[in-house]
């Protein structure tokens, strides 16, 4: 079965060179997310979120809180505004908001 979706997406990377719908995001990302399935040893807990990001209104889970809270948590001064600190997360972090390591090159 991994086979199969891996071949499908091939496919659907070869017709599209660059993406003009959200829909065509949505699929991608629902793809990678049953290949992160099927492997869920990996270490592609970023992706996975990116992934859960797309497919989902709420990311409210135990593992995704934890991901985040990890992530940004020692960027955080409680003394400063919350634009003070939205401001310092977004220079501080501008590779993960603008999904810097998943563009191609």
């Known amino acids: 079965m ?6 499908k ?10 993406f003009k719908e959200e829909c ?3 699929y991608l ?3 990678i997310r049953k290949i992160l399935d099927f492997n869920r040893g990996s270490s592609c807990e970023f992706l996975r979120f990116y992934c859960n990001w797309v497919l989902h209104n709420s990311l409210d889970r135990k593992r995704t809180t934890k991901l985040l809270s990890e992530k940004f948590e020692s960027n955080i001064d409680f003394t400063k505004s919350g634009k003070e600190i939205a401001r310092d997360l977004k220079s501080k972090h501008a590779d993960f908001f603008k999904l810097n390591d998943y563009k191609r090159v």
Do not use: D, G, Y
């Not at 991994?2 to 071949?7: D, G, H, K, L, T």
């Not at 997406?9 to 660059?18: V, Y």
């Open 2 to 7: 991994q086979n199969i979706i891996i071949n």
């Open 9 to 18: 997406l091939e496919k659907f990377l070869q017709s599209h060179k660059r």
């Open 24 to 26: 065509e995001i949505v």
């Open 29 to 31: 990302m629902a793809e």
